[in-house]
């Protein structure tokens, strides 16, 4: 009925607008719609703290909170590897021999006249004989040298013996003078031998043999003339390091490493290390113009009962040019020996095994290296993290100074709550692989609601807490436990203050005694010393005022045009399960959750009555309480402009102890009933 008015009026006043055509006319509308709802109960103790009895679903509470946490960062493989790399000065070229043969019949062309025939030969004394071409393409094409020998050698195959060979050698190009010595003395099928030192000299593959002072002595009797047999001359160059040289550089090997490489640990002593993750990386660079294969291998490093090792390939550089490869070998889940190259010899720490070996593979072509010319080689073992590591962790003393920790326990809660029976301790879990020690110089309990710091007073805690190493597996750890109670601490003072924060003030200490372990330390990837706070409570708690918050998002956008609102009241109803009276307090927010505005209140409507219970204390009806709130003008401008709306419930005791069940909570639910100036134009 009330339906079919509205329609005629609206029929009416549209009949009306059309036929007078006056100006808009105007009615008011109402919309009442629900603004939120939300729920508080000591669910607002983080859940995963509290358990219920099965007998009759009253809380327990069993907490841990994490005052601080403590790791050993020194143990950490810093980045470390080696540079080597040579040039030219640490090449060398082949040992070569060459043999050159001057006859007799070029030592005196008369001989030749006689070949075959006996005479009686006379003391010779020649001088500046004709030079003899040598070639030593063998060698190397050309080369300045900086260090080797050229070993010369005489053989005497005259029928005479000779008393004094002066010989000079020389390059064919520019006459430039490589070696000059004198040989005395050479009897019949003898031989001499003189060594030139090379040192700065440069020596081509065309020289030239020149005799240049020749005496013998005089045949005993006659003797067979055979003008083809001379003095041979026998050429042997040796341990050539050359500056710059174009030859056939022989296979060779250039780099060599054998030994130890020390990681720096910080500060601990590493005897084996299993890596979670971390990589070999190599970095090789060439302008020699022969390939390069490069062999390497970590005899201390295996993984599934296999050594670490690879043979890499380095082509060779182009003239002018470089060739380059870069290798990387992934660590993971290498087991790494730290005790050295031979720890039955000598057992160190921090010192991994590794053999590099970098081999220029000869091609047989001649090529041109000069000082210039370099391989270079960057070998590291970079970013390694431990799955763990075993030995000495060292002695270190961490100190916190004054730092905070948040208490979640009481994170939403303040007021006046108390507990009948309740055991808290301090438990120190140590999880690292050695002995250690905690001081806590200081611990404070801070309420941020009411501002009230409480220090913790506790007689145990005067003395270090003693802690000692788990057994070598993962996730185990000890426990040090000191339980505070009211005979030894002012603990119940301390709870009962509802800290949200803690400040405190630690010592730790590993390994306080030194290396007792003998090098038995360990520590795993996920090892800590964690120190907390621990409350086991039982189901009954004695409550004088304390606080259950909310915060709930609302946006009256939805409602339409809030311009045209004209008035509007807001309905709190109330469904209450906790044994408790409360008092409630609504305050609305900002985007950036600052007060704006609170609800008014009267204080005579806002008491919530407590619900009844039963014998044991659980539970019976919840208690509902509705009442009505007007919302003014100013009222209204600060609820269009608020993004949140607080909700606080004071719940009041009556500070006997009570049991508190799973069921008990406070419901708030609103309705908003706008009333809205509708317009109708032309």
């Not at 730790?508 to 120190?531: A, T």
């Not at 208690?623 to 606080?648: D, Y």
Request: charged share 25%; aromatic share 8%; proline share 4%.
């Amino acid at each position: 009925m009330q339906k079919r008015t509205i329609f005629g009026l609206i029929a009416v006043f549209a009949l009306l607008f059309h036929a007078c055509k006056r100006e808009p006319l105007s009615w008011d509308n109402r919309v009442v719609a629900p603004l939120f709802k939300t729920q508080l109960g000591l669910g607002q103790i983080d859940t995963k703290f509290l358990s219920k009895n099965p007998s009759d679903s009253s809380f327990i509470l069993n907490y841990e909170n994490l005052v601080y946490s403590y790791r050993m960062a020194n143990v950490r493989a810093y980045d470390t590897g080696l540079t080597a790399s040579f040039n030219l000065k640490k090449l060398k070229l082949s040992d070569q021999t060459i043999v050159q043969q001057i006859t007799l019949g070029q030592i005196n062309p008369v001989f030749k006249l006689l070949n075959g025939q006996t005479a009686e030969i006379p003391e010779q004394n020649q001088g500046n004989l004709a030079p003899v071409d040598i070639d030593a393409s063998a060698f190397f094409e050309t080369a300045t040298l900086d260090s080797g020998f050229l070993d010369i050698s005489i053989a005497n195959n005259l029928p005479v013996n000779v008393k004094l060979v002066v010989f000079e050698l020389t390059n064919a190009g520019d006459n430039s003078q490589v070696a000059y010595d004198s040989f005395s003395n050479i009897p019949m099928n003898g031989s001499v031998t003189k060594r030139i030192d090379l040192k700065d000299k440069t020596v081509t593959k065309q020289l030239k043999g020149s005799i240049k002072r020749l005496t013998t002595e005089a045949s005993n009797g006659t003797v067979l003339i055979d003008a083809n047999k001379g003095v041979d001359l026998k050429l042997t160059v040796s341990q050539l390091r050359p500056r710059y040289a174009i030859a056939a550089f022989p296979s060779q090997n250039v780099i060599e490493q054998d030994e130890g490489l020390t990681v720096f640990m910080g500060g601990a002593e590493v005897k084996y290390f299993k890596a979670k993750a971390g990589n070999l990386k190599i970095h090789l660079v060439s302008t020699i113009q022969e390939d390069m294969t490069m062999y390497f291998e970590i005899p201390s490093a295996t993984k599934n009962g296999v050594v670490l090792s690879s043979v890499v390939k380095l082509p060779a550089a182009k003239p002018g040019g470089s060739s380059t490869r870069d290798e990387y070998f992934d660590l993971t889940n290498y087991l790494i020996d730290f005790r050295g190259k031979n720890p039955n010899v000598k057992d160190t720490v921090n010192t991994f095994h590794q053999i590099l070996i970098v081999r220029l593979d000869s091609s047989g072509r001649k090529v041109a290296i000069g000082l210039k010319d370099s391989i270079r080689l960057d070998y590291r073992m970079e970013s390694l993290i431990p799955d763990y590591a075993i030995g000495y962790m060292g002695q270190s003393l961490t100190q916190t100074g004054d730092q905070k920790a948040p208490f979640d326990l009481f994170k939403g809660l303040n007021g006046d709550f108390k507990f009948k029976d309740f055991k808290v301790s301090l438990v120190v879990r140590n999880g690292i692989g050695a002995d250690g020690r905690v001081k806590v110089n200081s611990l404070k309990g801070e309420n941020v609601f009411t501002k009230n710091a409480l220090a913790l007073n506790a007689t145990p805690l005067n003395n270090d807490i003693l802690i000692t190493s788990p057994p070598f597996v993962r996730d185990a750890y000890t426990e040090s436990e000191i339980v505070l109670d009211a005979g030894n601490s002012n603990i119940k003072q301390f709870m009962e203050n509802l800290p949200q924060m803690l400040d405190y003030n630690i010592d730790m200490e590993v390994n306080p005694n030194g290396n007792v372990s003998l090098y038995k330390d360990f520590v795993f990837d996920n090892s800590r010393v964690d120190i907390f706070l621990k409350v086991e409570a039982p189901a009954s708690f004695s409550m004088g005022e304390f606080t259950l918050r909310d915060t709930q998002g609302i946006d009256l956008k939805t409602m339409g045009d809030l311009s045209r609102i004209k008035s509007a009241k807001m309905d709190v109803r109330i469904r209450n399960t906790f044994p408790l009276g409360a008092k409630l307090q609504m305050n609305l927010l900002d985007d950036q959750l600052n007060f704006i505005e609170s609800l008014d209140i009267d204080p005579q409507d806002q008491i919530i009555e407590a619900c009844e219970v039963d014998a044991k204390g659980y539970p019976l009806d919840a208690v509902e309480t509705v009442f009505t709130l007007g919302l003014g003008k100013e009222k209204m401008a600060a609820l269009k402009s608020a993004k949140f709306i607080a909700i606080t419930t004071t719940l009041v005791g009556s500070g006997k102890m009570m049991k508190i069940y799973d069921v008990s909570s406070i419901s708030v639910s609103t309705t908003v009933d706008f009333e809205y100036e509708a317009q109708m134009g032309r």
